[in-house]
Every structure is written in C-alpha cells, then in structure tokens.
C-alpha cells in the first residue's frame, strides 16, 4: 500500500542553519504530495505542496521538489529560526482523497 | 474565527467511560475527517464524511462512531474506552471529498486513566 518514510528526529540545530528534512514515499500513480507542519499545542498547517513530477513547493523560505525518479519530496530551508521549531510532516494523498502521513520530525532551533 | 474547532481541548476519563468530542467548521466545507495521532506523533486518519455520508471507514474498532447531524459538525462518540484510545484526536474538512489541502483543527488530547 501507499506509505511515507521520513527521517527521525529530533533534528536539533542552530538558528541561521540550514534544515533538510528527508521524505520518500511508495505509491501508485502520481500521488500529490505535501508537507505539513505542528506547531506545540496546535494542528497541522499546510506548508506547501505539489501536484506534479519536478514541481517545487514553496512557502516561509521552505522548498521541497518532486522528484518521481527517487520518489521523494525532501524538505529545506535555508536559514531557520527559532519560530521554526515545529513538528513536520511529510504526506501524500491517496485514493479517496486521504491523506497518508509520515512519522513527523520534530525540528528544534537553538537560538 | 476558528475555522475548524474541537471541543474539548483536553478530556481525561477512566477505562469503561463513554464520550464525545465535537468539532465544527465554519469554512463551508463539503467533507470532514477524523484523525488519531498516537504518542509517536504518527498520524492516521478513522473517518471521514462527505455532506453527512460516510466515505471513508478505515480499520477502526466499532467502539468509535461518528456522527454528522450536518455538513459542518462531524462528532466523535467513542464507547468503553481503553488504555489504548488515549491519543491527539484531530478534526480536519477539505472543500469537498476531491480537494486538498485539508484545514485541520487544534486536536483534543484525550488521556484515559
């Protein structure tokens, strides 16, 4: 069946880092692909997304491409900050429209 | 303003009770869903609902039942609870059972003493 695998965490940085998040997914077809985010106490926000092969998803300094020939949606950004501490998730939708989610990384920024 | 809200926030109950949790969006949504997010963190989904039909029912003990008296609640009736139920239960709804992305509310933490 459909599934994620995303790294493990916790990822612990310093502020003005760079972040990459590894997302790789098994799935019939072409499956849209997305990265949410949890900040504590909270739900999950979309981040970004992509539709399509080779799209790039963008949004706050985060990117992730799609790429079907690895099958993966790995997540960066440039220079965190604290505010960036969060719980992401990689998922894709399926049939049915559901969402099938990695585990979650949880990312802490130092300042 | 919430647009997708859960009540309660926190629920903390024995083994054997029964109870619910609401959620409600005020987006005009067409379809909503119920996720469990375990202590892992690793997020599944149970249900979900598109205009008061059921359309999505995973592998989800018949203890839970979920309920939409209209387009924009879908409640969360869960009987003689166990150790096991205690988890973040999340409401999300999306514009209808095709569209992405989906609004997700703030979860009810629900711990089962």
């Known amino acids: 069946g459909d599934s994620v695998t995303q790294m493990e965490g916790p990822v612990t940085l310093s502020e003005e880092a760079f972040l990459t998040i590894n997302c790789t997914y098994t799935?019939?077809?072409?499956?849209?692909l997305f990265w949410y985010v949890q900040y504590p106490g909270e739900g999950l926000q979309l981040l970004l997304k992509?539709?399509?092969?080779?799209d790039k998803g963008s949004n706050k300094g985060f990117e992730a491409t799609y790429r079907k020939e690895t099958t993966s949606f790995h997540l960066e950004k440039g220079s965190v900050q604290v505010s960036d501490s969060a719980v992401y998730f990689c998922a894709l939708r399926t049939a049915g429209n559901k969402l099938t989610f990695g585990g979650g990384t949880r990312v802490l920024v130092k300042p | 303003d919430t647009a997708v809200s859960q009540t309660p926030k926190y629920l903390v109950t024995q083994m054997g009770n029964d109870k619910s949790i609401k959620c409600e969006q005020n987006?005009?949504?067409?379809?909503m869903y119920w996720y469990k997010q375990d202590s892992k963190k690793f997020l599944k989904i149970m249900f979900s609902y598109n205009n008061k039909e059921l359309i999505i029912n995973e592998t989800v003990p018949n203890r839970f039942s979920p309920k939409s008296p209209d387009k924009a609640h879908l409640n969360l009736h869960i009987n003689s609870l166990e150790l096991g139920d205690s988890a973040v239960y999340f409401c999300?709804?999306?514009?209808?059972?095709?569209?992405?992305?989906?609004?997700f509310g703030d979860g009810t933490r629900l711990s089962i003493l």
């Open positions: 987006l005009g949504h067409d379809t």
């Open positions: 799935a019939t077809g072409y499956p849209s």
């Open positions: 992509a539709t399509k092969a080779d």
């Open positions: 999300a709804s999306s514009q209808d059972r095709h569209s992405q992305p989906q609004h």
